[in-house]
């Protein structure tokens, strides 16, 4: 055995750890995975320490060349026919139902890397402003919300931090490397830790507050708290009057909040809730953490707005162990790492090649400003409205009858396409409906940029495994296609190197940089400087955080934060028929949305879907520990196993994250225009009415 250890990222999550992997170079088969020492982004989790045997146990059912349906099931072509399909079809349909008939979604951190600059430049030589991704799932609320508010993102920082809360989020099983540290620092004495979760979580259990708030009432726990800190005199007087804008009329819209009225409200007494606010706004610097819990609410752009608000008005904004500000890098944005825009117009980049309108711009307009994305739930309605016609949809690393909202109705949708292109390695739900499937890479076996979230820095994704022969990297494919369909005066580059040296130019970097310091590199000092408001103000019309915008006022939206009551909270219409309130999604450490379950180690420690319940809603339904029992909500049903547990709130059931079959959560969320957040388009994929029965079929 000859091994070599061969320096990369793992990205089988978004913190993209960096790691050394060794490799059996007889074999071409990695044995073993260590942190990188050079990386400051790790520890490494479990998910990375599988890789080894991720590949000996998983690819079975691995895509290893183009395959173009055939009656009911697939015939293998080269990847000259595939191509050339690509191009008579995509060309056939512009012409008929205009560019916008022809769309794209991508998962899988799509934004942050490289090969989403390209996909995006080719939906752009393509004239087509039907371009989505998984942004639209992992953080709409948080991102339209804080750039409303702050002008450019902010970020929780945790050295330094004397008050640490963590909202709506896990990070002990979603991001180890944010979790962990917080339960050493609560465990030294070094910071107080506030929780804010249905679920009494690992971080709950160590907090010293902890708040078990229903599901979709965090905004008004946060009016709750800003009432507190503003009637009590607690905020940051010298801050608030010298860099927020809005602050009375703030003042005057928490004051119904009172922690009485939020008690009713959230299930939370007054008395925590003012302890609460009181321990946060007393022990500074504080920060926030918060997880993707909130952008999968209907109301979770108006959580995030509080949060924001809580922030500012306790001058815990841009320094250390508050929240800081960061330039924001996304790879498909034009140019590279362009930051966010004032004007209307200006934060709509796709205008600039396009007179067409986005799909969903009507509905959403904030979101397409803020992501130069579609909504990609409206992008999906109109396969079945077809206004506008949507006609051909390209997904890339993306399982989306597993990740998506409302399985049945994707199913559907994406059964009435006229063409379906799956660009991905695995055989799953999704490339199974696709009319051509493409034959691609692993993220050890491609070179990559990959920017990270939550700091300006840049790290090389190399080729530590060599990829099998008929497969194709994410960048070859769009500069392959685009050669195909002349798109020449977009795509004036021959090599993938080339693409990724005219990227990294856009930030002052080189290659040469990154395969120097495989464990990364800054491209910008925001990670290092603080208070830069004090120098440049805030990115915002008026320079200041804008607690009320007069930007949300003109697009109709309220322009304080506030407490739109979830639409289908415990008070809905949807209550007394469905009378629990269900979350979906909860993660798991040992998985990756639907990848990694197939690992016989991981499927050892978690074998089964599972869900969490109370027992007095268990002993109420008849629900058994450990037994089948049926999620029903109006969109759908499923199945999981009970699991029995004093740790979640009465109310409330946590369906675990990315099955398949009868077991995939979001046969029970909805994507429907009614449900969505009016602001960022999100679909329903939490506090939604929902009621339990045994599974009597399965025991």
Not at 132 to 141: E, F, Q, R, V
Not at 589 to 607: A, D, G, Q, R, W
Not at 631 to 639: D, K, L, N
Not at 652 to 679: C, K, M, Q, Y
Request: aromatic share 10%.
């Amino acid at each position: 055995m000859a091994i070599e250890v061969r320096k990369t990222i793992c990205l089988h999550c978004p913190p993209a750890c960096g790691i050394d992997v060794h490799v059996d170079t007889e074999t071409n088969m990695p044995v073993k995975v260590e942190g990188m020492p050079e990386s400051i982004v790790g520890p490494i989790c479990i998910k990375a320490e599988v890789i080894p045997e991720w590949y000996e146990h998983s690819f079975k059912d691995r895509i290893l060349h183009p395959m173009k349906r055939e009656g009911t099931g697939f015939k293998q072509i080269s990847w000259d026919e595939a191509l050339d399909l690509i191009a008579t079809k995509f060309t056939e349909i512009k012409e008929v139902y205009g560019p916008q008939a022809v769309a794209y979604y991508a998962g899988q951190i799509a934004p942050n890397r490289d090969w989403s600059f390209t996909a995006r430049r080719f939906w752009q030589a393509l004239e087509s402003p039907s371009f989505a991704t998984d942004w639209a799932l992992c953080w709409p609320s948080r991102l339209s919300s804080v750039v409303m508010s702050f002008g450019t993102y902010a970020v929780p920082t945790l050295h330094r931090s004397k008050c640490i809360i963590c909202w709506a989020g896990n990070p002990v099983t979603s991001v180890p490397m944010a979790g962990d540290p917080m339960l050493i620092m609560k465990s030294k004495g070094q910071a107080k830790l506030l929780v804010i979760d249905p679920r009494k979580v690992e971080l709950g259990k160590a907090a010293d507050i902890h708040a078990a708030i229903l599901p979709g009432t965090d905004p008004a726990f946060g009016m709750g708290l800003l009432n507190v800190i503003i009637s009590e005199n607690l905020y940051d007087k010298e801050f608030v009057e010298k860099w927020t804008i809005g602050f009375e009329e703030l003042a005057l819209a928490v004051k119904e909040y009172t922690p009485e009225k939020v008690a009713e409200i959230t299930t939370v007494s007054p008395d925590l809730i003012r302890e609460f606010a009181r321990t946060y706004a007393t022990n500074k610097p504080a920060t926030i953490f918060w997880g993707n819990t909130l952008d999968n609410v209907d109301n979770g752009f108006q959580a995030h707005r509080c949060i924001q608000a809580l922030i500012a008005i306790t001058g815990n904004i841009d320094v250390p162990g508050g929240s800081r500000l960061i330039p924001l890098p996304c790879f498909h944005k034009i140019p590279l790492g362009e930051d966010q825009s004032l004007g209307y117009e200006d934060l709509l980049p796709a205008r600039r090649w396009t007179k067409m309108k986005m799909i969903g711009e009507d509905e959403h307009p904030l979101w397409c400003m803020q992501s130069s994305e579609t909504p990609a739930a409206s992008l999906f309605n109109a396969i079945d409205t077809q206004t506008p016609p949507v006609k051909a949809l390209f997904i890339e690393a993306g399982n989306v009858i597993v990740h998506w909202a409302n399985t049945n109705k994707m199913r559907r949708q994406l059964a009435n396409l006229d063409f379906l292109v799956v660009f991905d390695y695995m055989m799953n739900e999704t490339a199974e409906l696709a009319d051509l499937i493409l034959p691609a890479r692993t993220f050890l076996e491609q070179q990559g940029i990959y920017g990270y979230v939550g700091r300006p820095l840049m790290v090389l994704q190399n080729v530590v495994i060599e990829p099998p022969p008929d497969t194709m990297s994410d960048m070859d494919f769009w500069l392959k296609l685009a050669q195909k369909m002349g798109f020449t005066d977009l795509f004036p580059w021959k090599t993938v190197d080339d693409v990724q040296n005219h990227i990294l130019s856009k930030v002052g970097l080189t290659l040469d940089d990154l395969k120097k310091n495989p464990g990364g590199v800054f491209f910008s000092k925001a990670g290092i400087t603080w208070k830069k408001y004090e120098q440049d103000g805030f990115r915002t019309p008026s320079g200041k955080v804008e607690l009320y915008s007069k930007r949300l006022k003109d697009m109709g939206f309220d322009p304080l934060p506030g407490y739109p009551e979830p639409v289908m909270g415990s008070n809905s219409k949807w209550s007394k028929t469905y009378p629990l309130q269900l979350i979906t999604g909860t993660r798991m450490l040992e998985y990756n949305h639907s990848m990694l379950h197939t690992v016989p180690s991981l499927i050892k420690k978690i074998p089964e879907p599972f869900a969490e319940i109370h027992p007095d809603a268990a002993k109420t339904a008849d629900v058994k520990d450990n037994e089948w029992m049926i999620i029903e909500t109006p969109f759908g049903m499923a199945r999981m196993k009970a699991k029995v547990t004093e740790d979640i709130h009465p109310q409330v059931i946590s369906a675990s994250h990315a099955w398949w079959g009868t077991a995939n959560g979001n046969l029970l969320t909805d994507d429907a225009f009614e449900n969505r957040d009016p602001h960022s388009g999100v679909p329903l994929m939490r506090a939604i009415a929902c009621r339990v029965s045994p599974d009597i079929e399965r025991g």
